[in-house]
C-alpha cells in the first residue's frame, strides 16, 4: 500500500481476497472519509425508504407481544425475518391481530429496498476505485 492506495494485480481483483489484501483495502478506507461515506450513504437511504422505522417497528412490536426477551433473541429474530427463514416464508399470512390494529409482525417485509442496494453498491464501488489500484498483470 502506496500513498494511501491499495494496488493489486488483475487476476487479483478477480479472486477472492486474501486476508492482508482484505485488510489493507479496509485501512486505506478507514484512513481516509471511504467507511464513513459508505456508512452515511446507506444510513440516509435507509431513512428515506423507511426501513429503519419499519425495522424498529417490528422490534418494538417484538418485544411488546412478548416473542423475544433478549436482545440476543430479537437479533436471532430479526436476522431470520432478513433472510427469509422466519415463519412466513411460506407466504402465509395471518391478516390483522386485532391488537391497536397492527398487523400480524409476521406479515412485515424487512427486505431492503432495490434503490437502497444500487445506491449502497454505487457508493461502495467510488470509495473502492479511491483506495485500489488496479494493474494489468504485465504492469510492474
Known amino acids: 500500500m502506496s500513498n494511501g492506495r491499495v494496488t493489486l494485480n488483475s487476476a487479483q481483483a478477480q479472486q477472492e481476497l486474501t486476508p492482508e489484501l482484505r485488510n489493507d483495502i479496509y485501512s486505506a478506507l478507514l ?29 418494538v412490536q417484538q418485544l411488546r407481544d412478548g416473542e423475544v426477551t433478549s436482545v440476543d433473541e430479537l437479533m436471532s429474530k430479526v436476522m431470520e425475518k432478513l433472510r427469509g427463514n422466519d415463519a412466513d416464508a411460506n407466504g402465509t399470512t395471518n391478516g390483522v391481530n386485532g391488537v391497536n390494529g397492527h398487523a400480524d409482525t409476521e406479515e412485515v417485509d424487512l427486505k431492503i429496498p432495490d434503490k437502497v442496494l444500487k445506491d449502497g453498491s454505487k457508493v461502495v464501488r467510488q470509495e473502492l476505485q479511491r483506495v485500489c489500484e488496479v494493474r494489468s498483470l504485465d504492469e510492474k
Open 31 to 59: 484512513c481516509g472519509t471511504g467507511i464513513r461515506n459508505i456508512e452515511s450513504t446507506l444510513n440516509q437511504e435507509l431513512q428515506q425508504s423507511g426501513w429503519l422505522d419499519k425495522l424498529r417497528g417490528y422490534m
